[in-house]
């Protein structure tokens, strides 16, 4: 029984060398000297200069071309519109007037000068400056207001009616109201260039408009700064 079991086992196990040897595949050829840089063909090392861009044939570069502009023909230009009258004028006779020719107005086309040219302009009144007194220049009033010299002759700014106003109107007392703002131009009437007898004609009163009329690119606010008295107010 036993030997019957040995010669079973043996029948169906076959022995390691009747096995089917493996097969190994054989192993690549590979050239391990071969330069990486050498895998890409048909590349040209010495060419350093950059590919076109957009490239030739691109939508880009259709595009871009510029238009040629289109040359027109006499035929093909629009003619002007036609004038009624005109191809029957004859030159330098003036066209009469009707509906179906150039009517041109007979003070239009007059060469003549108009009237408001002809009139001479009228001569702007010239100031008339006077001699000063040595030591009244600007330079000397200019000193004046810085020397601290009370210019004002009140102790502070005060609201001044037109009935106040005018009981200054004195040469030694003399007030006067420009833009709102009074002063007392007392101490500036023999540095005045117009002269004292100009500047007195707007003492005790609103000299705004003349002074407007005669000088008005003068900076008063700073000519008079110190001898500001106040405001001027409507009666009360």
């Known amino acids: 029984m ?4 040995r010669s079973w086992l043996s029948s169906n196990n076959p022995s390691p060398t009747s096995a089917t040897p493996s097969v190994i ?67 330098g006779v003036m066209p009469t007037s009707s509906s179906n020719t150039l009517a041109v107005p007979p003070a239009a086309s007059s060469l003549a000068v ?10 702007a009144a010239k100031r008339q400056k006077v001699a000063l007194a040595p030591g009244h220049g600007p330079l000397d009033w200019a000193n004046l207001k810085k020397s601290g010299a009370d210019l004002r002759g009140v102790d502070g700014l005060i609201k001044v009616t037109p009935s ?14 420009f833009s709102g703002k009074v002063y007392n131009i007392t101490a500036y009437l023999p540095y005045h260039p117009g002269g004292e007898k100009e500047l007195m004609r707007v003492a005790g009163r609103d000299g705004s408009k003349l002074f407007a009329l005669t000088h008005s690119w003068v900076n008063l606010d700073y000519m008079l700064d110190g001898c500001m008295v106040g405001f001027l107010v409507p009666e009360s």
Not at 2 to 5: K, R
Not at 75 to 83: A, F, H, K, T, V
Not at 114 to 122: G, I, L
């Open 25 to 91: 595949p054989p192993t690549a050829n590979v050239d391990e000297d071969e330069d990486d840089n050498d895998t890409v063909k048909g590349v040209d090392d010495d060419n350093d200069e950059p590919p076109a861009f957009p490239s030739i044939n691109s939508a880009q570069r259709i595009d871009s071309k510029p238009a040629v502009p289109q040359i027109l023909t006499d035929s093909d230009r629009m003619p002007p519109p036609p004038l009624p009258g005109l191809a029957s004028r004859t030159p």
């Open 164 to 177: 106040m106003l005018r009981l200054h109107n004195k040469r030694d007392d003399a007030w006067s109201a």
């Open 114 to 123: 108009p009237p408001a040219t002809t009139k001479a302009p009228s001569k």
């Open 2 to 5: 036993a030997s019957y079991i």
